[in-house]
Structure formats: structure tokens, C-alpha cells
């Protein structure tokens, strides 16, 4: 008897059950503003409330499976939290003056790690042309085994 009600609940199951299918690829992208880290700090770096907060770069981005392929807009000096979710522009011009009189280094104009000015292009030109050549290599097997017939 068990067997029979094991029997029908899983018949029901697979007459009732309906299959989805998804006809288009998934493409992850962002669009907008984003946060660079471009100068650690030391712990003694901290907000009034105690969290610590790095030197950053406040821009605009186009990405494309977390690869940065357009930056665009104005570039600005931040400073922002670790987690990359706060940053603070007021006064940073002092701010500025006072991390170059403590040894740093900063540019007069913001620059942008590599990764974020030239990798993602490198990157996405190279998939570009392994989809290429991929493309035409499975075209040429094609053509290759039809001729055969």
C-alpha cells in the first residue's frame, strides 16, 4: 500500500511539474558610481567614530561581468571606508595637505589603479577575440566535415 501512495504522489509530481527553460544569456553589469581605494592608511586614520577610513577615488564606471571597461565623469578625491560603502569629500584639500605632510605621495589630479584604467579593457578585448576565433575556428571544422559528405 505504501508503495502505491509512493507510486501516485510521484506520478502527480512529474504530470503536474512544469519546466522552465531560459532562452537568453545573463549579463551582470554596473553602470555608475564607484569607489577606488588608491592609498592605504594606517589604523590611526579613523572618523570621529572610531571606524577607519582610507584615501580613495570617487568616479563613474560601465562594467561588464565586474570588469571595468568605460570610466567616465569627473575623478575626486574621497575618503572612504573599508567596506568601499562611505566616503567623505568635506575638506579635502587639508585632508590632501595633510597626508603629503605626513610623507604620501598624492598626485594633484586622482589616478586610478591599473586594473581599473587599462586591465578591464585588456581583458574584455581579449575575450572579444577569443569569441572571435573561437567563432571562426568552429566554422571552419563546419565547413570542413560537410565538405567530406
Known amino acids: 500500500m505504501k508503495k502505491t501512495i509512493l507510486l501516485l504522489t510521484f506520478s502527480g509530481l512529474l504530470i503536474f511539474s512544469t519546466t522552465t527553460t531560459a532562452t ?12 577606488t581605494t588608491v592609498q592605504k592608511l594606517p589604523a590611526e586614520y579613523c572618523w570621529d567614530d572610531g571606524e577607519h577610513f582610507n584615501l580613495g577615488v570617487k568616479h ?33 584639500a587639508e585632508v590632501i595637505d595633510t597626508l603629503r605632510d605626513d610623507g604620501y605621495k598624492i598626485p594633484e589630479k586622482p ?12 581583458v574584455g578585448t581579449l575575450v572579444v577575440l577569443l569569441v572571435l576565433f573561437g567563432a571562426s575556428w568552429f566554422t571552419g571544422l563546419k565547413n570542413l566535415f560537410s565538405k567530406g559528405e
Open 60 to 92: 563613474s564606471q560601465f562594467s561588464i561581468f565586474w570588469i571595468p571597461i568605460w570610466n567616465y565623469g569627473n575623478h575626486e578625491y574621497v575618503l572612504v571606508n573599508d567596506a568601499k560603502d562611505t566616503y567623505d569629500n568635506s575638506n579635502m
Open 111 to 122: 589616478i586610478l589603479n591599473f586594473w581599473n584604467r587599462i586591465g578591464g579593457k585588456i
Open 24 to 35: 537568453a544569456a545573463t549579463i551582470v553589469y554596473s553602470n555608475g558610481e564607484t569607489l
